[in-house]
Nanobody
Framework: QVQLVESGGGLVQPGGSLRLSCAAS????????VGWFRQAPGKEREGVSCISSSEGTTYYADTVKGRFTISRDNAKSTVYLQMNSLKPEDTAVYYCAAHPDGSIYGCPKLHLGSWGQGTQVTVSS
């Protein structure tokens, strides 16, 4: 059974940090493009970041650029999202997604791939 499982969400104060993890079971993420989306209540889903497999090319939404870092550990079949300088507007459910096209063209197709169940991130004092 192909599955993505997110972890690492929680409650953090503004300016704090969290690291989200996306682990695969039933398949290996090594050849996949993998990324993160988020959705806040009453708002549309937003693509946050993506990393290709072939060259490790990374992409970030303007809203998180310079604060978030995506990385992957292929040996652990896990992708991470390091989130620093968190703001209240970062509050959302964060979803991991993976697409079998590991090239740079995989990231735009991420929403067509496999999804995790989501993890809640709340930034509040």
């Amino acid at each position: 059974q192909v599955q993505l499982v997110e972890s690492g969400g929680g409650l953090v104060q503004p300016g704090g940090s969290l690291r989200l993890s996306c682990a695969a079971s039933g398949f290996t993420l090594q050849t996949y493009a993998v990324g993160w989306f988020r959705q806040a209540p009453g708002k549309e889903r937003e693509g946050v970041s993506c990393i290709s497999s072939s060259e490790g090319t990374t992409y970030y939404a303007d809203t998180v650029k310079g604060r978030f870092t995506i990385s992957r550990d292929n040996a652990k079949s896990t992708v991470y999202l390091q989130m620093n300088s968190l703001k209240p507007e970062d509050t959302a459910v964060y979803y991991c997604a993976a697409h079998p096209d590991g090239s740079i063209y995989g990231c735009p197709k991420l929403h067509l791939g496999s999804w995790g169940q989501g993890t809640q991130v709340t930034v509040s004092s």
